[in-house]
């Protein structure tokens, strides 16, 4: 069984930064693509960023120039770079990965930012 383990959230004030891992059980060679993901009180999942295996990133515009995401293939990890970080980023924050026939999701980390 995959498993995905978030890692690197917290408490930040507005204008801080924070960098959330993702470490998966396996290589992520065999991912098509790995998100994160969040979800924040009231409001539905949004996109937060993805990469794919061949480097491709993505990014909505509410975190383009401030977040970003990287990937170390020796460590099967997925990175989340977060900078300038604002209130409205307060949610907990899920790594998804696909492979094209299934997906796995991490437990969610929380992060919290103070304004």
């Known amino acids: 069984q995959v498993q995905l383990v978030e890692s690197g959230g917290g408490l930040v004030q507005a204008g801080g930064s924070l960098r959330l891992s993702c470490a998966a059980s396996t290589t992520i060679f065999r991912f098509n693509a790995v998100a994160w993901i969040r979800r924040a009180p009231g409001r539905q999942r949004e996109l937060v960023a993805d990469?794919?295996?061949?480097?491709?990133?993505n990014y909505p515009d509410s975190v383009k120039g401030r977040f970003t995401i990287s990937r170390d293939n020796a460590k099967n990890t997925v990175y989340l770079q977060m900078n300038s970080l604002k209130p409205e980023d307060t949610a907990v924050y899920y790594c998804?990965?696909?492979?094209?026939?299934?997906?796995?999701w991490g437990q969610g980390i929380r992060v919290t930012v103070s304004s």
């Open positions: 990469i794919t295996s061949g480097g491709n990133t």
């Open positions: 998804h990965a696909e492979t094209g026939y299934t997906f796995y």
